[in-house]
């Protein structure tokens, strides 16, 4: 009787299975979205040894949830089969909101509140669809986000911001 197949070492990790793990890890701040979702993702390489090289684009600066995002980012790689993984923060290309994927903006209106301004500067409210919407505050719950004002159905309304460098 033959033996069964030797069970094999796990598959060596390359470019699209360690980008495929990455661009899975959600953002801490909305649950539900990728870091690929958000445009956040911007590379990834695997050299011949396993060792994975992840670039990214923060949306802020100084944004508290970057720690979590590069653990994230580092676990999910290893995940994936790297045998090392270095997660840097690029300074270019600078994020900004055209960076969010259609599907993305839809979910962070729905479920969030918060909304994009538009290339005109204006802000549709993501509740009731005005466009009478009126800044209030440059500083919103977050760093990424300022506060608005909806007169039409009396909401408060967050609005990502450009990313400042």
């Keep these: 009787m033959s033996q ?4 094999s070492a796990s598959a060596p990790a390359t470019s699209a ?3 495929a793990a990455v661009a899975a890890v959600h953002d801490p701040e909305y649950p539900g979205l990728t870091i690929d979702d958000l445009g956040i993702l911007e590379s990834v390489a695997v ?41 840097t923060f ?17 979910v962070l209106a729905r479920d969030f509140t918060v909304a994009l301004r538009r290339r005109d ?3 549709v409210c993501p509740v009731c669809g005005g466009r ?3 800044d209030r505050s440059e500083f919103g719950a977050t760093l990424c986000r300022s506060l608005a ?10 609005v990502v911001r450009r990313s400042r460098r």
């Design 132 to 134: 009478a919407v009126e």
């Design 121 to 123: 500067g204006s802000v």
């Design 17 to 19: 299975s360690v980008r």
């Design 47 to 87: 050299d011949g040894a396993g060792r994975a090289a992840v670039g990214l684009v923060p949306t802020m600066l100084g944004c508290p949830a970057l720690e979590v995002i590069e653990r994230d980012v580092a676990a999910a790689a290893r995940g994936a089969g790297a045998a090392e993984v270095e997660v």
């Design 4 to 7: 069964p197949p030797a069970a």
């Design 90 to 106: 690029l300074a270019a290309p600078t994020w900004s909101p055209a960076r969010i994927r259609p599907g993305a903006r839809d």
């Design 149 to 158: 004002w909806c007169p039409d159905c009396r909401n408060p309304v967050e």
